[in-house]
């Protein structure tokens, strides 16, 4: 039975969540603007909700499939998938293999070399401190999640890691880094937000081009065509 859609609940920069007849049932709408810099640079690029929304999908479905517990439920339409309600945890969970952006910056690390154990990252939710690091004690402290909540965090993010860095390579893909978001549902964590190349930094593993936003960050152009690349290799119609 198709869902009915009522008031939008919130927009985000890129996506909007809509309330549903269903209680426990959000319609997350993937649109085409684009942000970088923390909403400082939006651009609206043809397709790129309708590439994301199926690219996002495809990986919550992978991890699904291998035992993550995610809030997608099914692709509605074009531009539109069903998600499960949750009460978000405002801190962001980014995991790197390569060193590249805020991490070169902060470190003068050489963007490229490889990074062994991966680093793991938390970040505030916050645009207007600019997503400031932060760690297990901020979050202890200010309440943001619980000691367990920081345990499961760490370890399903680390454990998409290994699913998706083995999925990219085998479509010829290096998964640079990439950043999740988690939510309370029904009493435990599970993911939540989006993967897809807005979120990510996905190079090419023989010639190292860069297919994910940072085409959009640094004005190289081919933002839209290097998802639909990207998502082609994945074997995901669009
Ligand atoms: P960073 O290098 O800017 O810290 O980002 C690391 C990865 O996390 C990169 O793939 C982009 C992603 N990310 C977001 O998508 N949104 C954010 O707000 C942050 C801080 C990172
Ligand atoms: N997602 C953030 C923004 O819009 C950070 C970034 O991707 O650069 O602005």
Known sequence: MPISVLDELYAGKAKT?????????????????????????????????????????HIMQVLQAA??????????????????????IPVECVVRNFAAGSLCRR????????????????????????????NDSHIISFGWAS?????TMKATTLKCNEILTALFQ??????VDYKLEF?????????????????CRLWDAVTREKLDKDRFRQGLGGVVEAYEEVAKRLGISL
């Open 17 to 57: 969540l809509y309330r549903t007849d269903d209680s426990d049932l959000l319609l997350m709408r993937f649109r085409n603007d684009t942000s970088a810099f923390d909403g400082e640079k939006i651009e609206q690029l043809e397709r790129k909700g309708m590439v994301n929304n199926k690219f996002n999908a």
């Open 107 to 134: 470190l003068g690390t050489e963007e490229g070399i490889a990074i062994s154990p991966p680093i793991f990252e938390f970040f505030l939710k916050n645009d207007a401190l600019h997503d400031p690091m932060i």
């Open 67 to 88: 035992g993550v517990e995610t809030h997608f439920v099914s692709l509605e339409s074009d531009y539109d998938s069903v998600v499960r309600s949750m009460e978000m």
């Open 170 to 175: 085998d479509a010829g893909l290096l998964l």
């Open 183 to 199: 939510g309370r549902y029904q009493g435990r964590l599970i993911l939540g937000d989006e993967f897809s190349p807005d979120g």
């Open 147 to 151: 000691s367990e909540e920081i345990a």
